[in-house]
């Protein structure tokens, strides 16, 4: 595949040792490389009193395949390397990893299986010095020492800088993220809570003061802890205090009696130590700690005129009461004028601040849309608490699935991981999950992998890219969380049959089909116990995770034959579909290919409803019912203005189109019989049209990969198609004999294949590939066809050129919802140029 940075990556190999592991029967056994591991780049550290950050960088190899087809488009399209960067970033992956420090051995053990020091290690924290002569011992390296508060303040602006979902507030129990404008950004107060307190004034990359701190804070709260309650650790501390009595957890207390002293009552109550609940002692002292802490930091953003303050470092672990706590303190104090907001990497700002102190490592300008962050699934997690050393392999992880059936355990969460071998959360031990208003901490550790993606763009025809929302539906909605769970929970014991059944129906399919089933339940009973666990949560994102979820069971094409299948009986009816639209007057025609697009809609793969239909009769018969039944007008049919602005009225006769970006969707019929006609009009017409489709599978959508083989078989039947094919570069093969000896030879506008940069059935416009924005610079008409790209995201979107939305619904709770209308029908929205 060219250029797909998003998976699969593959870094060169080391195959000493390499071993088969398990089953010799198997066809596709696990192999073994120990020594194999990613070409790293940059390792850093933070090293904590209490914990070891690490943050390190596994660099893809560049992937694309310069075949003769792309390297034409790429020319037509006008694209060079040009607006690559000069230094060697390629597109990898940023991981981030913890252990505890009491367990740096293991770090140290993790560091080299992974080789993961061979550029040498920046470190900060204290650590940094304490450890130095433990790291030139067991690894032979120097640490690269750097200062700390230089190392917050630049993690802190990169990650609001680059992360879309960094950023949120935390009040009353309720997590809600803040899109960070970010050349707004600066000035802002930096709280980072480690075992002592800073506040770091930033006025820009590099700009920044400490003006102030506090040595009540982390520490105080695992001392005075300790000392009171006996606890082992920090996590069971604040564990305890989930525990605590919890009859104003609600209001945090803070009635003014209860902070009016902390601790103040036992004055009163002439108790002993051992009179009172270990458990209330530790929801005290937390209280008592983070609601100091809120004050000074007001106090400070006061003394500055500082409206924003973001709190960072490990103390507080994603805990829902301590954000809670610091939220009330600010927005009480300052008349809710300054805003506590916290980072969902909030613990990893002094290692990614060490990580970006590499010079020329060429990211510390990567920009938002260039990362995407992923969840892959696999560290052994039961009962609230991540057990032993991180899931090697894929053949690790599937066992480690297998376990909870043996067991009769259910998985209370997944937890986000590298892929197969490449990070782990080191044996970190998450505190027991108690739900309800104190809500698993198990959040704080749900930071994915950052992909790097250098080569992604924004789509440069939104019209707003700043307020573009591609969600339609936002799943922060409880009932439609729970609806869209259900489908998809439901849908799941098909797929896993499509899947198994296209990697051959083999015992390790199987395997692998029983693991993906389970993973991808315990994402969805994850995002149904915090929705916001890995930021914020639409459709697409859920629809998007399941295709991942199959890639990391390396399923990679489940519905491979399926549309072969349903491409093959397309065209084969395709050369009687032309010759019948060709018979027809233009306005005829017109109506006849947007109708044909809406119904070959109907093939779809994704839609329980469909589904159940395909079982009623041959693909053919469907497409037939399907077109019958196109009545207008449809529930949204703007057909009217859009064939206005085709063919005109009267004697305005409109100028063609000058591009046209056609966004295909399904695979059969529905790109063979409904898109390729459209697009062959629009050739007719002299309006060049790029086909986008799809980086990788995502259910049965057709991918750029498969769409030229495609093409080059319609253009047998068609020289419209076939002059066109040829002109964008499609045809490269042999020609291909045409119907009629093609006589005529006049020049034509390209027909062009470009891929989208994902791997899902809807699109994400902030984050599509150099290929599709390069493509859309001369378009002046976007179609977005299928309800992925045209309803559930897209649906709101506005663009600076002419645009159609073009789907069945296939859906009836969405089509109540979107258009007031009912299961099948059509929505046709014209939309003029912004
Ligand atoms: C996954 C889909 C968005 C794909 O639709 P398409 O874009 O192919 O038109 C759609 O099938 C869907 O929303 N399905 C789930 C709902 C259901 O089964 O009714
Ligand atoms: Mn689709």
């Avoid at 310069?66 to 991981?95: A, C, M, Q, V, W």
């Avoid at 103040?264 to 209280?287: M, N, Q, V």
């Amino acid at each position: 595949m060219p250029s797909m940075h998003r998976s699969g990556s593959r870094p060169q190999l080391d195959l000493s040792k390499a071993a088969i592991q398990g089953n010799f029967e198997v066809k596709n056994p696990t192999i073994l490389l120990p020594n194999q591991s990613d070409d790293i780049s940059h390792l850093a550290l933070d090293i904590g009193g209490s914990l070891i950050k690490l943050v390190y960088f596994s660099r893809h190899e560049d992937q694309s395949i310069d075949d003769k087809r792309k390297k034409t488009i790429k020319e037509r399209l006008g694209i060079s390397n040009g607006n690559r960067r000069s230094y060697p970033i390629l597109g990898g992956r940023l991981h981030f990893v913890k252990f505890e420090t009491t367990k740096i051995s293991e770090c140290l053990d993790f560091i080299h299986s992974k080789q993961l020091h061979r550029g040498g290690i920046h470190a900060t924290g204290g650590g940094a010095y304490k450890f130095a002569d433990l790291f030139k011992e067991r690894l032979g390296v120097s640490l690269d020492k750097e200062d700390e508060m230089d190392c917050l303040v630049a993690g802190a602006n990169f990650l609001l800088k680059a992360i879309r979902h960094e950023a949120f507030t935390h009040m009353e129990g309720q997590k809600e993220f803040v899109q960070i404008d970010t050349n707004d950004l600066f000035p802002y107060l930096l709280v980072n809570i480690g075992s002592g307190v800073s506040m770091i004034k930033v006025d820009g990359d590099g700009k920044f003061e400490r003006v102030s701190g506090t040595n009540v804070g982390g520490g105080t709260y695992w001392g005075l802890g300790r000392l009171l309650t006996k606890c082992k650790s920090f996590d069971e501390l604040l564990e305890l205090s989930q525990r605590g009595d919890n009859r104003d957890h609600r209001h945090i207390g803070l009635s003014a009696s209860t902070i009016a002293s902390s601790f103040g009552k036992t004055i009163s109550d002439k108790k002993e130590l051992a009179d009172y609940r270990p458990e209330d002692i530790s929801l005290s002292l937390l209280r008592m700690i983070s609601y100091n802490i809120g004050q000074i930091s007001y106090l400070n953003a006061l003394r500055f005129g500082l409206k924003r303050i973001f709190f960072g470092g490990f103390f507080i672990r994603g805990h829902a009461y301590t954000m809670d706590t610091i939220s009330f303190a600010v927005q009480f104090w300052s008349k809710g004028e300054a805003q506590a907001m916290f980072l969902r990497h909030e613990g990893f700002l002094g290692a990614l601040g060490a990580f970006m102190s590499y010079e020329k490592h060429g990211l510390d300008d990567l920009m938002v849309h260039q990362l995407v962050e992923r969840f892959p699934m696999g560290a052994p997690y039961t009962g609230g608490r991540i057990h032993g050393p991180p899931l090697g392999d894929l053949n690790e992880k599937i066992s480690w699935m297998e376990k909870f059936v043996l067991k009769g355990t259910e998985i209370t969460a997944p937890v986000p991981m590298a892929p197969s071998g490449t990070t782990g959360l080191g044996g970190f031990e998450v505190p027991l999950s108690k739900g309800s208003t104190l809500r698993s901490d198990a959040s704080a550790l749900n930071v994915g992998v950052l992909h790097l993606v250098p080569t992604l763009e924004v789509f440069p025809l939104l019209a707003d890219p700043k307020m573009y929302e591609p969600n339609t539906i936002d799943l922060a909605d409880r009932s439609e969380l729970e609806y869209w769970f259900t489908v998809l929970s439901e849908h799941l014991p098909d797929l896993v049959d499509k899947a198994v059944a296209s990697e051959g129906g083999t015992d390790d399919a199987k395997r692998r089909g029983d693991a993906f089933a389970r993973a991808f339940s315990a994402h969805l009973a994850r995002l149904m116990e915090e929705p916001a666990a890995y930021g914020k949560l639409g459709l697409a994102n859920l629809l998007e995770l399941r295709e991942e979820c199959l890639r990391e069971f390396q399923f990679l094409d489940a519905y491979r034959s399926i549309k072969q299948r349903e491409n093959e009986a397309s065209l084969a009816v395709l050369p009687d579909l032309l010759v019948e639209l060709d018979s027809m007057s233009k306005e005829t025609r017109l109506l006849m290919l947007i109708e044909g697009v809406l119904a070959a809609n109907i093939f779809d793969w994704g839609s329980r409803a469909c589904v159940d239909l395909y079982h009623k009769g041959t693909i053919i018969e469907i497409y037939r019912m399907s077109r019958n039944k196109m009545q207008r007008p449809w529930r949204v049919d703007d057909f009217d203005a859009f064939k206005e602005r085709m063919l005109g009225s009267g004697d305005n006769k409109p100028r063609p189109h000058k591009r046209a970006l056609l966004f295909v969707d399904n695979s059969g019929a529905d790109v063979v019989l409904g898109m390729l006609p459209l697009a062959r009009e629009l050739l007719r017409r002299g309006t060049e049209v790029v086909l986008v489709a799809n980086s990788l599978p995502a259910l049965n959508d057709i991918t750029a990969m498969e769409l030229p083989d495609i093409v080059a078989e319609a253009a047998k039947h068609c020289d419209i198609l076939r002059r066109a094919a040829e002109a964008g570069g499609l045809l490269v093969d042999a020609m291909i004999n045409t119907l009629d000896g093609s006589k005529e030879n006049s020049p034509s506008v390209p027909l062009m294949v470009v891929e989208n940069g994902c791997g899902s059935p809807c699109i994400d416009l902030r984050q599509v590939s150099s290929e599709l924005a390069a493509a859309a610079k001369n378009a002046d008409l976007i179609i977005l066809e299928g309800m992925g790209r045209a309803l559930h995201t897209n649906f709101n979107a506005r663009f600076k050129c002419e645009a159609l939305k073009l789907a069945m619904v296939k859906n009836q709770r969405l089509a109540e919802k979107l258009i007031k209308g009912n299961i099948y029908d059509c929505v046709c929205r014209y939309e003029p140029a912004r």
